[in-house]
T-cell receptor, first 117, second 115 residues
Framework: DGGITQSPKYLFRKEGQNVTLSCEQN?????MYWYRQDPGQGLRLIYYSQIVNDFQKGDIAEGYSVSREKKESFPLTVTSAQKNPTAFYLC????????????????FGDGTRLSIL | AQKVTQAQTEISVVEKEDVTLDCVYETRDTTYYLFWYKQPPSGELVFLIR??????QNEISGRYSWNFQKSTSSFNFTITASQVVDSAVYFCALRIPSGTYKYIFGTGTRLKVLA
């Protein structure tokens, strides 16, 4: 079945450490997204990518980095510069139309819960 | 600027009651898309419905129904005869085809259905 796989499900970060969250999709979607979800809050966009080798900052990109070397993969690195990384991280993908008129929904992974040790 | 407001933070109902989740959106664009997602305790967001701005038809799918009213910028979601399995966080989202291709999410409404 097609879908989005996020790993690991749970992750712990030590002080000063960078950690990388994996996101892989086999839906042949061009666009991929990373969101952060804090308790009782909505989804906040960290980064998104519309095509391979291209990505844009979202609303809360500071302290995070991404790469998009393959269409299927969009890993997120939480750097030591992110002072409050404890949150639930969701990866999503969608069909992307270069004309801009996409009404396609996003498909989401199961998420990664990151905590500080 | 675009914005989605879900004013109801948490709703509790007893099983078999009907419940309506409110969603109010803001945009100056004439073409836009609205979505509802369900987030069960497992964490994954599940797509429920999409509505285009030029299609104001209400929709019913089993126990779920959606009421889209452009005049009040609302896209409300009603669950009829609620069940315990409906317990989840529900998100409303807005997408504008021009610009940055972002999806704008509301803060979500946590629905608790009690047996």
């Amino acid at each position: 079945d097609g879908g989005i796989t996020q790993s690991p499900k749970y992750l712990f970060r030590k002080e000063g450490q960078n950690v990388t969250l994996s996101c892989e999709q086999n839906l042949n979607h061009d666009a991929m997204y990373w969101y952060r979800q804090d308790p009782g809050q909505g989804l906040r966009l960290i980064y998104y990518s519309q095509i391979v080798n291209d990505f844009q900052k979202g609303d809360i990109a500071e302290g995070y980095s991404v790469s998009r070397e393959k269409k299927e993969s969009f890993p997120l690195t939480v750097t030591s510069a992110q002072k409050n990384p404890t949150a639930f991280y969701l990866c999503a993908s969608s069909i992307f139309h270069s004309g801009g008129g996409s009404n396609q929904p996003q498909h989401f992974g199961d998420g990664t819960r990151l905590s500080i040790l | 600027a675009q914005k989605v407001t879900q004013a109801q933070t948490e709703i509790s109902v007893v099983e078999k009651e009907d419940v309506t989740l409110d969603c109010v959106y803001e945009t100056r664009d004439t073409t836009y898309y609205l979505f509802w997602y369900k987030q069960p305790p497992s964490g994954e967001l599940v797509f429920l419905i999409r509505r285009n701005s030029f299609d104001e038809q209400n929709e019913i799918s089993g126990r779920y129904s959606w009421n889209f009213q452009k005049s009040t910028s609302s896209f409300n979601f009603t669950i009829t005869a609620s069940q315990v399995v409906d317990s989840a966080v529900y998100f409303c989202a807005l997408r504008i085809p021009s610009g940055t291709y972002k999806y704008i999410f509301g803060t979500g409404t946590r629905l608790k259905v009690l047996a």
